[in-house]
């Protein structure tokens, strides 16, 4: 991945320019890397996502493009209503080269479980490898969509917001549910990043119940990264130790 890795760059988000556009305005939204809900753009390069879609009252299409662009994402809107934008890269490797990084990270995501779950297997404690996948997701309200709600569009690592942003007040309740391949995934730990005043970012963690769903509480009006990482034993032909997804969701809430 270069420079970048889960390490020092946990996140990986889809950033619109406006969670709540006009029907007649535009859709635009950067990619982002980089930690603490602070990132670089990314470009649109086909090569490097597996698929790209938006879903709204049409369907679902895929987002075209043009290699380099900056923001990724420029689409019309196709009427009122929640535009659901989703984004699953190819999987790319990277190298730990120690146990202390490799736990850091375990650590970070709260993968409590796969530092035994790695020796159980026999794996080395040193050059770790592994093949990790991001999987992200906004939502944007087109006009009035505030009777409109968030949908599973199967990733195969996904949280889905079980409220509309846009019907939520500041100090209320907001849930998630984390769907492994379709599947509520249980005792996860989901994160959430408020972005404050300043730009920096305040990360409440919490883990999902029997049914895969995480709550939080949404202080204030602002921007929102919600974000969940999954680690499955790789397939005998991936010549890796580890694959991991990594699911994300932002959106914005107003006063």
Not at 176 to 205: C, H, I, M
């Amino acid at each position: 991945m270069g420079a970048l890795s889960p390490v020092s760059a946990h996140e990986f988000w889809l950033e619109p320019q406006d969670f709540t556009v006009a029907p007649d305005s535009e859709i635009t939204a950067d990619l982002r890397v980089g930690q603490n809900f602070k990132g670089d753009a990314f470009p649109f390069i086909s090569s490097r996502f597996q698929s790209f879609m938006r879903y709204d009252h049409l369907g679902e299409i895929s987002i075209e493009g043009t290699a380099g662009d900056i923001p990724a994402l420029t689409v019309s809107p196709r009427g009122e209503g929640l535009t659901i934008v989703t984004y699953v890269s190819v999987g790319q490797q990277l190298l730990f080269r120690d146990w202390e990084k490799f736990g850091e990270y375990l650590a970070y995501e709260g993968l409590d479980t796969v530092a035994a779950r790695h020796d159980a297997r026999g794996l080395p404690r040193d050059r770790i490898t592994e093949i990790y996948t991001r999987c992200a997701k906004t939502l944007v309200n087109v006009g009035d969509a505030s009777n409109d709600q968030d949908h599973a569009t199967g990733m195969q690592l996904e949280l889905v917001a079980g409220q509309n942003p846009a019907a939520l007040t500041p100090g209320t309740e907001m849930s998630f549910t984390l769907l492994w391949e379709g599947q509520p995934s249980a005792n996860r730990q989901v994160a959430l990043f408020r972005r404050d005043d300043k730009g920096d970012a305040v990360r409440t963690l919490a883990r999902t119940d029997n049914n895969g769903v995480a709550r939080f509480i949404i202080p204030t009006a602002g921007t929102y990264l919600a974000a969940a990482v999954q680690m499955t034993e790789p397939a005998a032909d991936q010549n890796v130790d580890w694959q991991s997804y990594w699911a994300s969701l932002s959106f914005g809430v107003e006063d």
